[in-house]
């Protein structure tokens, strides 16, 4: 993807920001819902709060999102989708047809942090010398995770497996 947009809030008299695209920006984001698939659908009863409920749990978890709606009433089907970007403070995309694609930014996520845990993967640099003398060596970035190590000759290799113990060993102890 691209730069990150530029976004300017302003808010309405719900006191929810309203989210304002230049045209490049909003022709960026149907480029990318070009690919989606729904992952809402707005069935006989319209808009009920549990469908509201779950087009922002899906904003939140994707930002960018298609909502299908199952009413042939195109007038019905725009005002629901002005009404979804002003009650949950998105920006209408595009309605073609039955589908609805709306865009907010993703909420930042919180990392909780966890004393107990162990270091995660480590990225280690190896030098790769060419049989043709001359040539540079190579440098090459390799992931090591924790149940791997690096040997000398710069090959990541799995930790050995502890020994299996015997089924008779385990019922004596």
């Known amino acids: 993807m691209g730069p990150i947009p530029r976004k300017s809030y302003s808010t309405d008299n719900t006191g929810m920001p309203l989210i304002q ?11 990318n819902a070009h690919h989606l ?3 809402v659908m ?3 009863d319209g808009l009920t709060d549990a469908v509201k409920k779950e087009i922002h749990a899906a904003l939140n978890a994707h930002g960018l999102i298609k909502v299908r709606v199952f009413s042939d009433d195109r007038a019905a089907r725009e005002a ?3 009404a979804l970007a002003d009650e949950l403070g998105a920006a209408p995309i595009q309605h073609i047809g039955k589908l609805l694609v709306l865009w907010r930014p993703m909420p930042a996520k919180e990392r909780a942090e966890n004393e107990d845990r162990m270091p995660g993967p480590r990225d280690v640099k190896v030098l790769k010398y060419s049989s043709r003398s001359g040539q540079r060596p190579e440098v090459k970035t390799l992931r090591v995770l924790g149940n791997q190590r690096l040997s000398a000759g710069g090959q990541v290799k799995r930790a050995k497996p502890k020994k299996p113990v015997s089924i008779k060993k385990r019922s004596q102890t």
Do not use: C, S
């Open 42 to 44: 707005v069935g006989g």
């Open 37 to 39: 698939d729904p992952v």
């Open 80 to 82: 629901m989708f002005q």
């Open 21 to 31: 695209l230049t045209p490049a920006q909003r022709k960026e984001h149907r480029a």
